[in-house]
């Protein structure tokens, strides 16, 4: 596996044409050489008349190196979507499907949504492991922009409305390790329990403020701290913590988040928060995550993931 670029000077250089970025896909989907989807077959040539295409010397289909990935029949050129993931990966803050758009020089807005929006898809790594340990976990509201696009009559003003969001900080040496943040439909107990399920690993000790909701979860013992609303940051310091940091990133990067697209959004910070010490190795992450996760269409990233 090369090494990833730790500057935009080495960026560049590594991934300097689509042959490049061709090659560097290539030994990720299939770094002990090709095989073939179809029949497994591990003979095959390069076509000249399709780019980064492999025919099959045993069944004779081709595979495209960006086939059944987040590129699939993607049109734009591998360069633009090796920048934006790494521009989107690296940056500490993140970046906007507008920044994308005009750093990159694409033609719509449209497209770089779908460009971030894709790559987006690609920030929850399918084998990640739950949460262990001590894990603190409490729940939140935040605001969000109701309109999708700036109405057509020109009367501008966002009604703003309030989103719940369940989170959860493993404590390791004193300070926060992984996170994990989700959107929920009401504080109920088994809303919440379905969250540590999915969220903490059986045998993790959780850390709430007391919520009835959490006593019934199974496998995990539980350290309530009944207290009032007031002091919950002195007893979950760290959830809270990251509680602040998404709403201020929120507004600060995207000037508030969209309902429809509030857990994409969620698995991006988290993504960030969880890679903060290795932004580097963050883009190699993103990467392997876009060549095996399968396609994504546009209808799949409109599709609304909560009603309203
Ligand atoms: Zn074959």
Redesign the pocket.
Known sequence: MSAFPRSLLEFQRQFSDEAACAAYLARQRWPEGFV??????KR?WALETKAWTTE??????QTSVTAGTVMHRSKLPLTVWFWAAYLMATHSNGISATQIRSQLGLGSYKTAWLLCAKLRSAMVNPERTPLSGLVEMDETTIPFRTHEDPPASGQGRSHQGKMLVAGAVEIMDGGPGRIRLRVIPDFSGETLKGVVKETVASGATLKTDGWAGYSASDDVAHDPHVIGPMAAHIVLPWVHRVFSNLKTWALGVYHGLRRKHLQSYLDEFVFRFNRRRTRHAAFRSLLGIVTTKGPITYDMLIAPETKG
Not at 36 to 41: E, L
Not at 56 to 61: N, S, Y
């Open positions: 073939c989807p179809v029949c497994g077959g095959g099959c010397a045993d069944c004779g289909c």
